[in-house]
């Protein structure tokens, strides 16, 4: 596994399950996550708060063949920008 991928693995793992405000890129941001319980797949949907960007992925989790990142019509580096940047808000 890269360095890349662990920080994108640690980052994700930062971000609550459920929904959660924070912020990124200066904006703030709603950002919805859903873990499966078998820990196999990890569901991200994000929506700027005060305009109409998103940021949309599934991530698999397989042992066969690693990491999957599945992005919804966008590009994984605009997901894994946003993964790395967002910071949710602190309860």
């Known amino acids: 596994m ?20 924070g912020s990124f890129e200066a904006g703030r941001w709603g950002a919805t996550v859903k873990r499966s319980a078998d820990g196999k797949r990890i569901w991200l949907y994000a929506e700027d708060l005060a305009g109409t960007d998103i940021v949309s992925f599934n991530l698999y989790l397989l042992e066969t063949s690693g990491s999957t990142l599945k992005p919804c019509e966008m590009s994984s580096q605009k997901v894994i920008a946003f993964v790395l940047g967002y910071r949710p808000d602190t309860p």
């Open 2 to 21: 890269s360095a890349a991928n662990d920080n994108f693995t640690r980052a994700l793992a930062l971000i609550p399950e459920g929904y959660s405000e």
